[in-house]
């Protein structure tokens, strides 16, 4: 045997635990590093590009092989754990073009400087996904269902604001649908809260033990949804591929796929996008609420069968006005006359806080809001 085939022998076999180890280095640190604190910090929020958000998506899909006996009766009927992330909310250019590019609203100047209704519960997708990535995460997220959203916004926020955010799992309950968890997102200045949402999403489990089963939190108002005008308009929402996937790229997170370390080769339809879409066409049409404004909205069916090249998305859109401007709009997101993939509305918000009698002296003081 010649001196260069004996070389040639033993790189091969060199290159061959060298790969081996490349390929399995990734599942060792994930092992090494699976315990997680309920309370974590981060410089700066995560965005779809980064090294650990892939990492959090790899840990979202190995929960279901790792999460294993969740559906033991203890495990249902145990306490939620209280998982908090903190970080500073700053938009970065890139990320708020890519949203902007899928809603259409690059034309429309005054969205250059404000942050729209649902921007922030966009751009956190990926602190949602290191939330249910976290090893206190109580159940496997392979096959969450999105079911509800409730934002509030106090104030008109700016893009080159800097704010700080709270993502907290804040609630955990057992319904007909399955294990329903509540995630509150809050963005913050000096002074108190100035955005903050509640989302609400299920794990999907079929109750066959004596378990108690509890309705849905904080259910749309049937009855707020009727009490708009007769009279509607009906808006058209564009939807293609390439917008849904500019919205992907401006951080936003398809919880009902998480994938590992891959991305879906082709983006779908996702009733975040859908409220987006449709909150930004009801501004463009210049339907306009008074700050503070707050939406509640719901999923009513899977909007991932949705072709995304659909070319009759409506927004069917009622409005409800006292004194001289607007209190309340209704939306319905359907397809071709079918039921709502969405719906929801949009209402003004105002409270007072009235000094307490033994705070006020000789004078009354009130604070409106």
């Not at 997680?36 to 965005?47: A, E, I, K, N, V």
């Amino acid at each position: 045997m010649s001196m260069m085939t004996m070389l040639h022998f033993d790189v091969g076999w060199l290159l061959v635990p060298a790969i081996a180890t490349a390929l399995l280095l990734p599942f060792f640190y994930v092992f090494a590093t699976w315990d997680h604190d309920t309370f974590r910090q981060y410089p700066l929020l995560p965005g779809p590009l980064d090294w650990g958000s892939k990492e959090f998506m790899f840990r979202c899909w190995l929960s279901k092989f790792i999460r294993v006996g969740w559906s033991s009766r203890d495990k249902l009927l145990a306490p939620c754990p209280r998982i908090a992330l903190q970080t500073k909310f700053t938009i970065l250019d890139t990320e708020i073009a890519n949203v902007k590019a899928s809603l259409g609203m690059l034309s429309a100047p005054e969205s250059i400087s404000a942050v729209p209704l649902f921007f922030p519960q966009i751009l956190c997708g990926y602190l949602l996904v290191q939330l249910l990535g976290n090893s206190n995460f109580p159940c496997p997220v392979h096959s969450l269902t999105w079911k509800r959203v409730h934002v509030t916004q106090l104030r008109r926020i700016s893009v080159d604001e800097e704010l700080n955010c709270l993502m907290v799992l804040i609630g955990k309950k057992i319904t007909s649908d399955g294990v329903e968890f509540t995630v509150q997102t809050d963005l913050f200045d000096d002074v108190g809260v100035v955005w903050q949402s509640s989302l609400y999403f299920v794990a999907p489990y079929a109750v066959t033990s004596a378990i108690p089963v509890a309705p849905p939190s904080n259910p749309v108002d049937v009855d707020i949804m009727r009490s708009t005008d007769e009279s509607n308009i009906t808006i058209g929402l564009a939807c293609s591929q390439e917008r849904l996937a500019e919205f992907d790229l401006g951080g936003a997170v398809d919880i009902e796929r998480l994938n590992g370390w891959w991305s879906p080769s082709t983006p779908k339809v996702t009733p975040l996008w859908l409220l987006a879409a449709a909150s930004s066409a009801i501004e463009k049409q210049g339907l306009e609420i008074v700050f503070p404004v707050m939406c509640h909205a719901q999923a009513n069916g899977p909007t991932q069968n949705v072709p995304p090249t659909s070319d009759d998305l409506t927004c069917e859109v009622a409005a409800k006005t006292e004194d001289g401007s607007t209190k309340l709009i209704t939306f319905n997101v359907s397809t071709s006359n079918r039921p709502a993939l969405v719906s929801g509305y949009l209402r003004s918000v105002g409270w007072k806080y009235v000094v307490a009698d033994d705070e006020r002296h000789d004078d009354t003081s009130e604070l409106t809001i």
